[in-house]
């Protein structure tokens, strides 16, 4: 990436980050430009560089900042109406190492709200639009940040991912994106989305730029009890049997485009030429996985989202009367509060909110949980028993990110059930919680659909990442 | 698995949201297509499987009982709300 120095201005590469951010208005990638305050941090930079001062490893590096992250930058709203309005007096902790390497953030990047969703259209902003063509999405969650990144609006950005949201849109969009291993970089001051699977991570050109990203954003933090020792560059699983594996009933799907499958095929030639064993996997539980992933992950958004009821920050409804219809038979009894709640919630979520909402109470409540919340649980464990197997017999999986490249927009956002079918290769490593990398391979070619990005993930025993990383720059 | 109206306006209510009718018949189709998919899980056997609820590696992470400086302080925090009054969040009227 381009990094400030003697010869290169800080407020040189700001000011291009700004204008191809202009350019490219039209995609509706940003909910907000950081321009002023970006410029004069970049001023501050070259006076540094001048005075031969030193500077951080991401000098005078524009990148966009999803906007389910906190900083003291503009409103986090996560895209979701309940939070418009939010002045976050706290920067997340993965926005302060990389200020304090010297990046500039530039905007932030619109998601689905609450990163409920695989297309970005579930956006309260409206929905971003593909890097390669306007009428399809950019994938999702982290829509904004994967075309941000692919029309070099910026040098990098950041993501989440909590069943894909940093890959799909990464392979959708022809970038890089590494989901990490769970717990490796902190989540505070991310909004959450399902707890036991949230990851944050990034989107760059290069595999090389995520790992110079990983060295700076991973580690322990005692804000997020979740976090992990510092294991990134010191403390990594090796990656040495040289076998690569790919999964059988992935490549077998009917699901699966024609494209995506030659893509696969055609790395995985590429491994073997350069000296990887291919190893065929059977993982028959992973079948399961997107079932298990559509209960767990709405149990914790449910939990997640009650916090939000108009009282302590963002959106507060201005009605306190009962809703004229409403959900509740005893809703004449409401007292002005509850009715604050009550409406706050209703006008704050989109429908992909409620939905979600609505299913984790249900996979919650008593009558249910052994038979969908425990259930999946247990399925949890067999996927990741799966995978820990796989993992001793070969040092990562190579597989699609997504059974198809870029749909189209308004195609699938009125059927959740085609919706969340895009996440059937993802899910199974965030339920996993081990790292993968999203890369590109190639683009399709056929006369309807020219120049839509393949996106293929490398998928690795936790831990890996590093070595994860080294290994896709050998396969592109 | 059919869900009722009756279940829609239960989940609303357990969910503290309202719903116009347009959304309720919208939902009440998507909560069952849904359903169908997940119960696909009925096919797996979990017999004799304990439950995974977290991937994080580590247990009881300990540190001492110090109060660490935050950084964000009280006025910062009370500004957020849509109401203050004396130093307090305001809401509606309880009693």
Known sequence: MRIANKSTSAVSLIKASLEKIEKHKDKNIFTFINAEPALKKAEEIDKKIKKGEPVGRLAGVPYALKDNFLSKEGETTASARILTGLESPIDATCVEKLEAEGAIMVGRTNLD?????????????????????????????????????????????????????????????????????????????????????????????????????????????????????????????????????????????????????????????????????????????????????????PAEVASNLSRYDGIRYAYRTKTLKSPKISSADKSSEKTALENLFLNTRSEGFMRENKRRIMIGNFVLSSGFYDAYFLKAAKARTLIIQEFEKAFKSVDAILSPVAPNPAFK?????????????????????????????AFPAGSTTSEKTPHLPLGLQLIGPRRSDKNLLKLVEELV | MEITEKEINHLADLSNFSLDEKEKSALKTDLQNIFKYISKLNELDTENVEPTYQVFEMENVWRPDEIIPQDADREALLALSAEQEDHQIKVPKVL
């Open chain 1, 113 to 297: 709200a609450f990163a409920h969703g695989s297309s970005t259209e579930n956006s309260y902003f409206g929905p971003t639009k593909n890097a390669f063509d306007s009428e399809r999405v950019a994938g999702g969650s982290s829509g904004g940040s994967a075309v941000a990144v692919a029309l070099d609006c910026v040098e990098f950005a950041t993501g989440t991912d909590t069943g894909g949201s940093i890959r799909q849109p990464a392979s959708f969009n022809g970038v890089f994106g590494i989901k990490p291993t769970y717990g490796t970089i902190s989540r505070y001051g991310v909004v959450a989305m399902a707890s036991s699977t949230d990851v944050l991570g990034f989107f760059a050109k290069s595999a090389a730029d995520l790992d110079l990203l990983m060295e700076i954003a991973s580690g322990h933090d005692e804000k997020d009890m979740t976090s992990l020792p510092d294991f990134y560059g010191s403390a990594d699983v090796e990656l040495g049997k040289k076998k690569i594996g790919f999964v059988k009933e992935f490549v077998e799907s009917p699901a699966l485009a024609p494209e995506l499958k030659t893509a696969l095929e055609e790395k995985l030639s590429l491994a073997k030429s350069k000296g990887y064993e291919i190893i065929e996997l059977t993982l028959p539980a992973l079948e399961y996985a997107l079932a298990a992933y559509y209960i767990i992950q």
């Open chain 1, 409 to 437: 927009l308004g195609e699938k956002v009125n059927d959740p059930v085609s919706m969340y079918l895009e996440d059937v290769m993802s899910v199974p490593v965030n339920l996993a919680g081990l790292p993968a990398v």
